[in-house]
């Protein structure tokens, strides 16, 4: 069935183009929220949301773009939504503008595959893995990120490169387990 066809069923509330519709894309859209979660239950509980979001909102998309694109753009909104919400993360996305410094752009060329990059990604803390993820993945600009997070945008800025610098020491050592921090602490 084409997309437009698709579409416009799932907005008449067939259960069949709403299944068609959440099959295509629920795979990919797994992916888009176990960047932004610790395990594939959160990232399983973010999906099942999202898509609540998706066909609660199906009549807001003007079909302008592409459908994929603004399902993972709520799959996104759900996954920060799903961080602030929930006490395992909330206290880990708490931003304490004290402990800020400069950081290095440091850019070494690295190589290695995708899953690997992923498992070390989430290694991160989760403010550091939601804002690396934000702008480095989906191409988010910091501003969007500041107004997402609803965080200063220098703490958003400070922030990436953090993360960044971390990515780049864990894959330099090529070590497992934590990430440490500039001073050495975990």
């Known amino acids: 069935m084409e997309t437009t066809q698709l579409l416009t069923d799932c907005l008449k509330g067939k259960k069949e183009a709403q299944r068609q519709l959440y099959q295509q894309y629920a795979a990919v859209m797994l992916g888009v929220c ?50 602030n919400k929930h006490k395992r993360y909330k206290k880990e996305m708490g931003l304490d503008e004290i402990q800020l410094h400069p950081i290095s752009d440091e850019n070494p060329e690295i190589k290695m595959g995708a899953k690997e990059l992923a498992d070390t990604i989430r290694q991160l803390p989760a403010v550091y893995q939601a804002i690396f993820n934000l702008i480095a993945v989906e191409g988010f600009e910091h501003k969007e990120v500041s107004q997402l997070l609803n965080i200063n945008i220098n703490t958003v800025r400070s922030q990436y490169s953090r993360a960044r610098a971390m990515l780049v020491a864990k894959l330099k050592n090529n070590q497992t387990g934590e990430i440490r921090n500039y001073a050495g602490e975990i």
């Open 34 to 83: 176990y960047r932004y979660t610790k395990s594939i239950e959160d990232a399983e509980d973010v999906l099942q949301e999202g898509f609540i979001k998706v066909f609660t909102h199906l009549h807001q998309f003007k079909r302008e773009g592409d459908i994929g694109a603004w399902i993972r753009r709520i799959m996104v909104n759900t996954a920060i939504t799903y961080l």
